[in-house]
């Protein structure tokens, strides 16, 4: 009995320790005044933060990664939507099959997606670095995408569709007046859930990346690798605020937690 | 009933991919009747519902209506109205705007569409309710949204699916006086298909009952409880004792049985339980089952005949489980089957 009644707030305490243990010594780091990443913090100063904005390559790669997780994600909901909802409303042939191919990307790693990516699609097809992340991130957004959308679509009947269409409207019409205010919420959701899993990405990014051309992880690991002063942590920080502030609005909005 | 013919279903063969569903169906339905679909579940009535709506594209015939052939014509333009089972609410928008939603496609004048809408929900008894999502509301109270989110675009037909079915008893009474209301202040045809046999003899004028995808009798309610013409519609309306007829004797398990009296010429005959005579008669049986239902008593008699229900009025003195019990079958209250099977 007492065993067990130790046993939960043991696990939650090591829990906690791992899951937000780093992140509050990257923040502590972060504030350091020292010259090197180092933790406990040497004195306290705002500089590495102040120096994470003057980083030229810093700034180039964080465009590139907004550009590819806002772009990525809304090229995956345009492909998603109309996936979820043929998936979910008729019964396709092999719909199963679809299905998991199309989440694929989640279950295979992101080692082989992006050295495949690299091997088989842009060496021969001599695609643009740009373009290539762009797709890449597409494609590793849309899982994400159906899944949300699809259960969001789950949960509402499709016999509104059938209402809206005997009272007048075409079903292309009932499609935007009544399904998609009512799956708005999952399509945020879908919205943040690719947003972030773009924004994060590093394996499939670090293959497809080229001269000038990275995505802010990877562009914070070549950068580590050159000059190891706090700004790293710095930076790691005030990404990981972004990310809190995005997922705390989406849950105050929109109800986010009942979607995942 | 201006218009004899207002509705016509003709030949109407209905599939879903290579399942027939409906075969070669034909019905004609007057301007102002009340007629139910009354049948088991994968009888068609629902897909013949579908039909008239416009949502299901038949694989031959024509649905004619108002003197038009509607059979191409497609769902949103045909103005016949359906309330859904699950009343089909859009859950983003409130009553008022639930209601007004198929007068806005329209685009009926602002004024116009208000006056309407108002006076939609008032005749429901919603008018408090106009800003409610539909989540807000009880089933009931969703429901009459459904109903008048339907009504107020004046539809030719109204077809409702299952309409009763998902209300307490209470309701059930309230929602049953409703749509005879609305039925006669505005006259509007109305299809209901169900598969409860007392919701359809209390609120239909007509009753088209199916099986297998084709019509097995129409008739009024008294009709169809009284004078069923086949097995399948006495067994769905009560009648427990069914016994096919051949060479003017009933067939049962144990061999031909002669009746007493005249027999018609029928392919069979039918008793409900109260029909049955209990106490006197040609026939002896034994009580292997007895049950008290308030007003009467139910017994069931293992027979030479086979089992036979009976049903007795409460205020005569039980019988004891085992008792041997003499009993008839008396041919002249019997309904009498045109077909068997």
Avoid at chain 1, 100 to 115: K, M, Q
Avoid at chain 2, 185 to 204: K, N, P, R, Y
Wanted: charged content about 15%; some cysteine; hydrophobic content about 50%.
């Amino acid at each position: 009995m007492m065993a067990r009644n130790l046993f939960i707030p043991i696990t939650l305490g090591l829990v906690i320790t791992f899951l937000i243990g780093p992140f509050l010594i990257i923040v502590a780091a972060s504030f350091s005044a020292g010259e090197t990443l180092a933790f406990p913090p040497q004195g306290f100063s705002l500089r590495w933060i102040a120096k994470v904005f003057t980083v030229e390559s810093f700034r180039d790669s964080f465009y590139m990664s907004m550009f590819l997780a806002i772009g990525g994600t809304l090229a995956a909901l345009i492909l998603g939507i109309p996936a979820s909802y043929a998936l979910s409303r008729y019964k396709l042939p092999g719909a199963e099959t679809i299905r998991t191919i199309v989440s694929a990307p989640i279950i295979v790693p992101g080692i082989i997606v992006g050295l495949s990516l690299l091997r088989y699609i842009v060496v021969p097809f001599q695609v643009g670095i740009t373009l290539a992340l762009f797709l890449a991130h597409t494609a590793l957004i849309l899982p994400y995408a159906v899944r949300v959308v699809s259960a969001s679509l789950g949960n509402l009947r499709s016999d509104i569709e059938e209402a809206a269409v005997l009272l007048g409207s075409s079903r292309l019409g009932a499609f935007f007046r009544v399904v998609l205010p009512n799956i708005r919420g999952g399509i945020m959701s879908a919205f943040i859930l690719g947003f972030v899993t773009s924004f994060n990405q590093v394996p499939v990014s670090l293959f497809l990346s080229g001269p000038g051309v990275r995505t802010l992880p990877v562009d914070m690991i070549a950068y580590m690798e050159i000059v190891f002063d706090p700004s790293v942590a710095a930076l790691s920080a005030l990404l990981a605020f972004m990310s809190i502030g995005i997922v705390f609005l989406a849950e105050r909005f929109l109800g986010f937690s009942r979607y995942v | 009933m201006s218009d004899p013919n207002f509705l016509t279903l003709e030949n109407l063969t209905l599939a879903y991919g290579d399942t027939v569903a409906v075969k070669d169906l034909n019905l004609t339905i007057g301007k102002g009747e009340l007629v139910a679909f009354l049948g088991p579940s994968g009888c068609g009535k629902t897909t013949t519902m579908r039909a008239i709506a416009g949502l299901l594209s038949p694989a031959s015939g024509h649905v004619k209506l108002d003197g038009a052939d509607i059979t191409r014509v497609s769902a949103n333009k045909r103005n016949v109205g359906l309330m859904f089972q699950s009343y089909a609410l859009f859950p983003h928008l409130s009553v008022y705007e639930n209601v007004a939603f198929g007068l806005r496609l329209k685009k009926t004048p602002a004024a116009e569409l208000d006056k309407r809408v108002r006076a939609g929900i008032t005749s429901v008894g919603l008018s408090d309710y106009a800003d409610r999502k539909p989540g807000e509301l009880s089933g009931g109270q969703q429901q009459r949204v459904a109903l008048a989110r339907s009504m107020v675009m004046e539809p030719k037909v109204l077809l409702l699916d299952e309409p009763l079915s998902n209300l307490d008893a209470r309701l059930r009474l309230d929602m049953r006086s409703e749509l005879q209301r609305v039925q006669k202040e505005t006259g509007v045809t109305m299809i209901f298909v169900t598969h409860d046999q007392g919701e359809a003899l209390s609120l239909a004028d007509r009753i088209v009952v199916m099986k297998r995808g084709a019509i097995e009798q129409i008739g009024s309610p008294e009709d169809i409880y009284n004078r069923p013409t086949s097995a399948f519609v006495a067994d769905f309306v009560g009648f427990e004792n069914i016994f096919e007829l051949s060479d003017g004797r009933l067939k049962t398990p144990k061999g031909p049985v002669e009746l007493s009296g005249p027999v018609p010429i029928a392919a069979g005959l039918a008793w409900r339980p109260r029909m049955v005579t209990l106490g006197s008669g040609p026939f002896q049986g034994t009580v292997r089952g007895a049950s008290f239902a308030g007003n009467s008593r139910e017994y069931l008699l293992d027979t030479p005949l086979g089992p036979i229900k009976a049903e007795v009025d409460a205020a005569l003195p039980p019988h004891e489980l085992g008792a041997e019990l003499a009993f008839d079958l008396p041919v002249g209250t019997a309904a009498q089957l045109s077909t068997f099977g």
